[in-house]
């Protein structure tokens, strides 16, 4: 089994940075496909970025704006987020799971972290 845990959200002014670690416990973590997702009360979660055999996607509005990356060294997965906006604030999860050939099936999910972002 994995286990994730989230952390370094935050209240942030617009155009501001902030940095999400989701830290991984389990010997096969670097195995896994990994991403980040986001949602707001009233919305469907959404998927923000992962990780597929050492290939990074985003979601067309972000891209620019956010990065991931993964240190499994340290079991460690990140999410760099610049130049953020009001639209941004969400609650964070970083999940992970397996691919195959009809798609990811995400498997491990974190508690989530909160990120805020004023006018």
């Known amino acids: 089994q994995v286990q994730l845990v989230e952390s370094g959200g935050g209240l942030v002014q617009a155009g501001g940075s902030l940095r999400l670690s989701c830290a991984a416990s389990g010997r096969t973590f670097s195995t896994y496909v990994v991403g980040w997702f986001r949602q707001v009360p009233g919305k469907e979660r959404e998927i923000v970025a992962r990780?597929?055999?050492?290939?990074?996607a985003y979601a067309d509005p972000l891209k620019g704006r956010f990065t991931m990356s993964r240190d499994n060294a340290k079991n460690t997965v990140y999410l760099q987020m610049n130049s953020l906006k009001p639209e941004d604030t969400a609650v964070y999860y970083c999940a992970a799971g397996t691919d195959s050939y009809i798609g990811v099936q995400w498997r491990y999910w974190g508690q989530g972290t909160q990120v805020t972002v004023s006018s």
């Open positions: 990780i597929i055999g050492g290939n990074t």
